[in-house]
């Protein structure tokens, strides 16, 4: 299978999201994820990506955004599974390491290795939407730990503009 660019790696998964999860949609907003599902009369919005990896090979996702606090879910077909993982395991995960995939910050962006330790996120085509609903249902119960993601993701944008306005001020200074 030829790799495709990562921003359309998870297309193959979201469909089959689209067609497991009753009341799916795609999106409406691709910043805040790659569908949306209505869970007890709210939207909530899931990050869809796939794994190719056959069993008992470990295979990589890029690109996991804890700090957008939404569930991701990967499609696994080879495995014939799915792994839902909340938000919060998400976060927790980020925060055990020690920098992001490209970044400084891993809740920013790191990479996660779909191996074994992810074993208990798996289940079923079936059993997909109860899973999906019991983490957007876990994951709003974590209010502090959202707002925190909430935070980071403002801290940093801050940051990024202090320091672009900076560097602009000192290039069009012409002072070294």
Known sequence: MARQAIRREGQDGE????NAVPHSRTTDSAKRGDVRVLCD????????????AATGKAGTL?????????????????????YVL????????????QRGQHT??????MNLALNASLDSFGCTT?????????AVRADRAFV????????????????RDS???????????RVS
Request: aromatic share 6%; charged share 30%.
């Open 62 to 82: 890029n690109q996991v955004r804890a700090i957008k606090y939404i569930p991701l879910v990967v499609f696994a077909p080879a495995r014939d599974t799915w």
């Open 41 to 52: 009369g709210v939207d909530a919005y899931i990050e869809v990506k796939s794994c190719h």
């Open 144 to 159: 502090l730990l959202r707002r925190q993601m909430e935070r980071l993701l403002k801290d940093i944008s801050d940051l």
């Open 15 to 18: 469909e089959a999201f689209l």
């Open 104 to 109: 400084e910050i891993p809740f920013e962006s």
């Open 126 to 134: 079936g059993e997909l939407p109860d899973r999906v609903h019991e």
């Open 163 to 173: 320091h672009r306005a900076a560097v602009r001020a000192l290039l069009s200074s």
């Open 86 to 97: 909340p938000a919060h395991a998400l976060v927790r995960l980020a925060a055990d390491k």
